[in-house]
């Protein structure tokens, strides 16, 4: 079959054209359609397809086979016919105002550290961009910062075809691979000069910003992640919001909430110690009204797994009796058990507990600790007539 015309390559970019159905088949989701031209890019160099309509139907992907491009729709188109297809273009700029951010910054990393991008994928709310080697924070954030001076420089993005391989041999640009046959070049002045099948913007100032929202190691290199165009924008807003509802929640301007976050946790933790303090003491009064002998079964409310286990602490150390502390919790009831008689091994216990009232945990012979599915009053009945000795 021949190869199909392309017209996503087209700038301004063709949103509405005519084309001949050459062939249509039954695929997994949809059907396989070729036309002899097109205007939807297909999934390629970590950009996704173009979606819309052929006629009838819908486009759902698009891909590339040795120059043929073949169409997944949601409905058959007969061969011969004629058709009109309609690309999504508000989606075709999103990938494109990403895709040309993509390569500015990816050409200032290399030029400044030497790093390759071995991996490339615009996702759903961010793209994602893997170096070849690691890259310390202050140097992304300087490569944020150029990127978004070339943006502002405003110079106009080349795209041109070699077919010359002398010529493409004389050229320096940035590739993952050996190429063959006709190569695209596409050129950023000032930033990038690189091998790509993506569509990219007229000029660099419609990428709008680049904003690196995040990194991490990522086998021998970072990756970054990163938002452009209307994806910068709308992550600004998602944080001023978040910034709002912080500031409101403390009182605090949006230039001193870190300050007033800090200032909390630092009220928080001196809460949290003065309430340890006061359990200790109630614990401490819990414990002395027991006797040695007693095995009590205790229902603390409003306290914590550690606060279970430092309870029971005190009650074992008060009496060589089996010692039970139970505390509500979600769908049940937090559990800790402890006893300091020689020999004591509370985990078969513990099992039967958990077999019987729905729950699980586990621990040490003198001490287990975990939750159940059931109520203070069933926990009772189960550990009377389960006596331990």
């Not at 700029?93 to 290399?110: A, M, N, R």
């Not at 954030?141 to 993005?157: C, F, H, M, T």
């Not at 077919?163 to 070049?185: C, H, N, Q």
């Not at 216990?349 to 109520?375: D, E, H, T, Y």
């Amino acid at each position: 079959m021949e190869r199909t015309e392309k017209l996503y390559y087209a700038q301004p970019p063709v949103g509405a054209f005519a084309a001949t159905v050459l062939a249509c088949e039954a695929a997994a989701g949809g059907w396989l359609v070729t036309l002899d031209r097109t205007a939807f890019y297909p999934e390629g160099g970590g950009q996704p397809a173009d979606q819309g309509r052929l006629g009838g139907a819908g486009v759902l992907d698009v891909h590339e086979k040795e120059g043929v491009v073949l169409h997944l729709t949601s409905a058959p188109l007969a061969p011969g016919s004629r058709v009109e297809g309609t690309v999504d273009l508000a989606r075709r700029w999103d990938h494109t105002q990403q895709h040309s951010g993509e390569h500015i910054l990816s050409g200032l990393l290399h030029s400044m550290f030497g790093a390759e991008n071995v991996g490339f994928h615009i996702g759903a709310d961010y793209l994602t961009m893997d170096t070849s080697l690691p890259i310390p924070p202050e140097g992304l954030l300087e490569a944020e910062r150029r990127a978004n001076q070339v943006i502002w420089a405003d110079p106009p993005l080349e795209a041109a075809w070699y077919t010359d391989k002398d010529a493409l041999a004389a050229l320096v640009y940035r590739s993952k691979k050996e190429l063959d046959g006709p190569v695209r070049i596409v050129t950023v002045p000032g930033a990038d000069c690189c091998a790509c099948c993506g569509t990219h913007v007229q000029r660099a100032g419609q990428v709008g910003q680049i904003k690196i929202i995040d990194w991490q190691k990522y086998k021998e290199g970072t990756r970054l992640f990163v938002v452009c165009g209307g994806r910068a924008l709308a992550h600004h807003e998602v944080q001023r919001a978040q910034c709002a509802a912080i500031g409101a929640a403390l009182s605090a301007k949006a230039n001193a909430l870190a300050d007033a976050v800090l200032r909390q946790q630092s009220e928080l933790e001196a809460a949290k110690f003065r309430a340890i303090q006061a359990e200790n003491q109630w614990f401490a009064a819990l414990a002395a009204a027991v006797q040695p002998g007693q095995a009590p079964v205790l229902l603390a409310e409003h306290t914590g797994p550690d606060g279970l286990r430092r309870l029971v602490g005190l009650l074992t150390a008060r009496t060589g009796k089996l010692c039970a502390a139970f505390a509500p919790a979600e769908n049940g009831l937090a559990y800790a058990l402890g006893c300091a008689a020689p020999g004591a091994d509370l985990r078969p216990l513990c099992k039967a507990m958990n077999a019987a009232l729905g729950g699980r945990g586990g621990g040490k012979p003198g001490f287990v600790q975990g939750s159940v599915a059931a109520g203070f009053d069933a926990a009772q009945a189960f550990l009377s007539s389960h006596p331990f000795k």
